[in-house]
């Protein structure tokens, strides 16, 4: 395990929003004119509360453009799973209540609430999204960008969450990443590829092995 790619992922639960637009692929079809006449956050909205679980091979990238790769596992609400590449040490898990941070190699567990990341917005389909993001302006009406903030609490960070329109993906979006940067100036970008939607999800794929010694749990 090299030290440099553990330090990458270690703000990751808080900066997980720099050139959005770079981690959004080409896409060949164009959209209906009803996908791109709705209200775009409306369709976000209904997106996220037409999918129960998705699955994905993930790309991470930090500010200085090193990347490395893993799989993400989601079910909403609430749960999602980073599982890094052999070779890094570390999980990143939410199990509904919190997001935890698991190193193997050093046997230390963070955990955050779950509220107070900027993920919270992709795991809760019951926000109201009209309270705290905007939909930012593009030049391909294929593209979608939503950035979310609240300017209440700005130490949670910014999440521009980036969206190509398919006919044939929940309520006309597919998912295609995001980027976030928090109030220290972290930033990360997570590309997503082999999506897919509303497949078989077991709860056991929230759980994770601690490492510390029995005594030092808290």
Not at 78 to 102: N, S
């Amino acid at each position: 395990m090299i030290l440099s790619e553990t330090r990458m992922i270690r703000p990751f639960l808080f900066a997980l929003a720099a050139a959005p637009l770079a981690i959004i692929g080409a896409t060949s079809a164009t959209p209906p004119a009803a996908a791109q006449a709705a209200d775009p956050l409306a369709q976000v909205s209904q997106h996220l509360k037409a999918v129960s679980t998705m699955t994905a091979a993930f790309a991470q990238t930090d500010r200085n453009g090193k990347t490395i790769n893993g799989t993400l596992t989601m079910k909403r609400p609430g749960h999602i799973r980073f599982e890094y590449q052999k070779g890094v040490p570390l999980l990143i898990v939410g199990d509904g209540k919190a997001l935890t941070m698991i190193d193997y190699q050093v046997r230390q567990v963070s955990r955050w609430p779950i509220g107070n990341s900027p993920l919270s917005v992709l795991l809760d389909p019951s926000k109201d999204l009209s309270r705290f993001a905007k939909v930012l302006p593009v030049t391909d009406p294929r593209m979608l960008l939503v950035q979310a903030h609240d300017p209440k609490r700005p130490e949670f960070g910014t999440i521009t969450i980036a969206f190509t329109r398919s006919a044939s993906a929940p309520a006309g979006l597919m998912l295609r990443g995001w980027t976030t940067i928090d109030a220290q100036n972290n930033r990360s970008t997570i590309q997503l590829s082999n999506q897919a939607f509303n497949v078989a999800v077991s709860d056991k794929a929230f759980r994770w092995n601690d490492p510390r010694p029995r005594g030092a749990k808290g």
